[in-house]
């Protein structure tokens, strides 16, 4: 199981499984971080994160929705 988010994942990457950068964490608490979307995720991505309002500065990620959180990154699982 994956540990919950802590203010020291702020600033770090979130990936997929594949490597491909979504975004940075921008606050992190709990089971929930928030993250600012890299301008170049696809829309596939974002409408599997739930983020389809691209009017947000940034979008909730759940710690359901992460692999492994380590010191590279944050990596989602593989099914995003």
């Given at each position: 199981m994956?540990?919950?988010?802590?203010?020291e994942?702020?600033?770090?990457?979130?990936?997929?499984?594949?490597g491909?950068m979504?975004?940075?964490?921008?606050r992190?608490?709990g089971g929930?971080a928030?993250?600012?979307?890299?301008?170049?995720?696809s829309?596939?991505?974002?409408?599997?994160?739930g983020w389809?309002?691209?009017?947000?500065?940034?979008y909730s990620?759940?710690?359901?929705n992460?692999?492994k959180i380590?010191?590279d990154?944050?990596?989602?699982k593989?099914?995003?």
């Amino acid at each position: 199981m994956v540990r919950n988010f802590r203010s020291e994942d702020e600033g770090k990457h979130v990936m997929t499984a594949d490597g491909d950068m979504v975004g940075t964490i921008e606050r992190a608490s709990g089971g929930t971080a928030h993250v600012k979307p890299d301008s170049g995720l696809s829309g596939s991505i974002r409408r599997k994160l739930g983020w389809t309002d691209e009017s947000e500065e940034t979008y909730s990620l759940e710690k359901a929705n992460v692999d492994k959180i380590d010191d590279d990154g944050i990596h989602l699982k593989s099914n995003f």
